[in-house]
């Protein structure tokens, strides 16, 4: 049996990013989740979230894991985790709604633009995207602690970085997202919301 993997900022993090959810997804069917991680967010987001099929996915080694959480809480709205990797073959189905969190700052640069590149092929004209995590402005830190810990990334690996919001931002637009919220979370994170311009 896996043992259920746990993160304690899961536990911190989710009511809050919960709120952002019920107001950006409220009108949604069929989300994304881009990083699941442990799992633990896809079955509290899920079961909280009862109108959304949550699809959860991550790469191969993370997917016994998020199993195991999704297996114990047994929800009806949580079909297996997918394998995917941004680098590698994309779903062939569509969702509309996105949702990832920390991952863009452990994410290689090249991997971010190909994550914002190809979205357009598995969301529809009217998608939603929420990425949560810490993000920079114009190469400012937003505080002492997201400074050092960008310092902790960029020691644990050269691709890491707290990436600037306003680069990504410009992703997203490239590939017809408009931006429509920049909500400020607890411990210095923040949740960036797209919405699709309609094809």
């Known amino acids: 049996m896996t043992i259920k993997p746990h993160s304690p ?9 919960l709120g952002v959810l019920r107001e950006h997804f ?3 069917r069929h989300v994304l989740e881009i990083g699941s991680g442990t799992g633990q967010h896809a ?8 109108q959304l099929v949550w699809q959860s996915s991550d790469r191969a080694e993370n997917l016994p894991g998020i ?6 809480a047994a929800l009806p709205n949580t079909p297996a985790p997918l394998e995917f990797d941004v680098a590698g073959t994309w779903p062939a189905m569509r969702f509309d709604a996105i949702f990832s969190a920390n991952t863009l700052h452990i994410m290689a640069w090249r991997d971010v633009e190909l994550l914002f ?4 092929t598995i969301t529809t004209d009217d998608a939603s995207v929420i990425i949560y995590g810490p993000f920079n402005d114009e190469g400012r ?6 400074a050092a810990f960008d310092q902790w990334l960029r020691a644990r690996g050269a691709h ?8 990504v931002d410009a992703l997203a637009g490239r590939a ?3 931006l429509i919220g920049d909500i400020a979370m607890p411990a210095n994170n923040r949740c960036l919301v797209w919405r699709r311009r309609g094809a």
Not at 43 to 50: C, K, N, R, T
Not at 141 to 146: A, D, G, R
């Open 160 to 167: 890491m970085a707290i990436r600037d919001a306003g680069a």
């Open 9 to 17: 900022s899961c536990e911190r993090n989710r009511e809050p990013i």
């Open 176 to 178: 017809s997202f408009n």
């Open 26 to 28: 409220a009108d949604r």
């Open 67 to 72: 199993r195991a959480w999704l297996d114990e």
């Open 43 to 50: 079955v509290y987001f899920a079961a909280a979230l009862s």
């Open 117 to 120: 590149a190809r979205l357009s």
């Open 141 to 146: 830190y937003s505080s002492e602690s997201n």
